[in-house]
C-alpha cells in the first residue's frame, strides 16, 4: 500500500527545517533588517475601547504614525510598512499576512492597555422604614483607574479560553470576523496538527521576539514609566508571526493621567523615542 503523506504532515517538516535554520542563518550571511511592519492595535468597528476622552484605536494609529515617520527619518536603510493608516477594521489574520508577504524583518503592534470594569455598591439616597431612615444603595460598574504602567507581549502556548482578561481582549477582535474559525486553525479549535505548527512557529522566533521586547521595556523603564514585564502570551495577531514579533501596550486608559500622557505631544515624543531606541539596540546587537 502507497504511503499517503497529507499536506499538513509536509508543512509540519517544512516549518521543523525553519526553526532548526533561523538560530543559525544569522551566521552563515550577512544580515540586515530591511523591512519592519507596524501595526496600529484594533480600529474601524473594533475600537470600543475608551478613556475619558480618547479612544485606544484613535491613538495606537497615532502612535503608530510617528513611529514609522521616526524609523524612517532616523534608519534610512529601513523599509516602513503600516497594517491600517487611517480607522479601518483589519482582521488580525490579516495584520499578520502583511508582514509575512512582505517578508518583514520586525512586526510591532502597538496596542492601549484597560481595565475591566467592577461592581460597586454607592449610596443612592434614603428610604423611610417603620418610620426610620434607611441608607439605599445601587450597584454600578466602575474601571480601577489606579493602574499604570508598560508591558510586552511575544506570542506564546494556550488556547483562547485560558488567557486572562487582557489577552481575551485583545484576542476579541477575531471574533467580529464572519469567517473567524477557518482564519485561526489551530488557535481555536483544538486541532492538534496545526497546534504543532503554530508552536513550531512560535518558537522559530522566540529568542530574538523576547529580546526585541526586553529592550522596549528597558527603554519605558529608563524614562520612568511603570515596568509590567515581558509576557510570553497567546495572542491571535502574534500567532504566524514569520518574523520577530511583539505587541507592546504603552499605557492604560482607564488611568486619566496616563491617558492625558499618550495623548500629549510630549507623551507621543517619548513613547516613540522609546520605540526607537528599542528598535535601534536590538538591530545593533541581531545585525552583523
Not at 524583518?105 to 455598591?121: E, Q
Request: glycine share 6%; aromatic share 8%; hydrophobic share 40%.
Amino acid at each position: 500500500m502507497p504511503l499517503r503523506i497529507s499536506k499538513k504532515f509536509l508543512r509540519l517538516i517544512f516549518i521543523s527545517a525553519i526553526v532548526l535554520l533561523t538560530d543559525n542563518q544569522l551566521f552563515a550571511q550577512e544580515y540586515k533588517i530591511k523591512t519592519i511592519v507596524i501595526d496600529a492595535g484594533h480600529g474601524g468597528i473594533d475600537g470600543t475601547t475608551r478613556g475619558l476622552k480618547y479612544t485606544e484605536k484613535d491613538l495606537a494609529l497615532k502612535t503608530a504614525l510617528a513611529l514609522g515617520a521616526a524609523i524612517e527619518q532616523e534608519l534610512k536603510d529601513v523599509k516602513v510598512i503600516y497594517t491600517r493608516t487611517t480607522d479601518v477594521f483589519i482582521p488580525l489574520y490579516e495584520r499578520i499576512n502583511i508582514a509575512n508577504e512582505a517578508k518583514a524583518d520586525l512586526f510591532i503592534s502597538i496596542h492601549l492597555n484597560d481595565m475591566a470594569a467592577k461592581a460597586v455598591r454607592v449610596p443612592n439616597g434614603y428610604k423611610t422604614v417603620k418610620g426610620k431612615r434607611v441608607a439605599q444603595y445601587k450597584t454600578v460598574y466602575r474601571k480601577p483607574t489606579s493602574v499604570r504602567g508598560t508591558e510586552t507581549f511575544v506570542s506564546g502556548l494556550g488556547r483562547v479560553n485560558e488567557q486572562d482578561e487582557v489577552i481575551k481582549r485583545e484576542n476579541a477582535s477575531m471574533f467580529l470576523e464572519d469567517n473567524y474559525e477557518a482564519n485561526y486553525s489551530g488557535f481555536v479549535p483544538n486541532d492538534p496538527e496545526n497546534a504543532i505548527i503554530l508552536s513550531l512557529m512560535k518558537n522559530a522566533y522566540r529568542t530574538q521576539s523576547l529580546n526585541l521586547a526586553k529592550f522596549i521595556q528597558e527603554e519605558y523603564v529608563a524614562v520612568g514609566r511603570v515596568n509590567r514585564g515581558v509576557q510570553e502570551k497567546s495572542l491571535a495577531v502574534l500567532a504566524r508571526a514569520g518574523m520577530p514579533a511583539v505587541l507592546t501596550e504603552i499605557g492604560f486608559l482607564s488611568n486619566p493621567e496616563e491617558e492625558e500622557y499618550m495623548a500629549s505631544e510630549s507623551g507621543q515624543i517619548e513613547i516613540v523615542n522609546c520605540l526607537l531606541r528599542a528598535i535601534k539596540a536590538y538591530k545593533t546587537q541581531i545585525e552583523i
